[in-house]
């Protein structure tokens, strides 16, 4: 129960101290941040993905134009 009267408080201190429009635009940007979390993951996961498959290409293709070089 305290812990609902210490958010209660600390909404209405806020409300205080910057207003009702500044606070909203407070929690809206929290949120916004909350939901760019799961983006971030996702974008780190495919970069470890790309990363492997870039170094995969690139033996790939140092090993295709060793051989060409040498056919040459």
Known sequence: MISLYLT??????????????NTMRLFAYIDLQLRY????????LMKRKLKRQL??????FLERSKEHAKGN
Do not use: N, W
Request: hydrophobic share 55%; glycine share 4%; proline share 4%.
């Open 8 to 21: 209660v408080a600390i909404f209405v201190l806020m409300v205080a101290y910057a207003g009702m429009e």
């Open 37 to 44: 979390i799961p983006i971030r993951i996702r974008m780190e």
């Open 55 to 60: 170094v995969k290409d690139q033996k790939y």
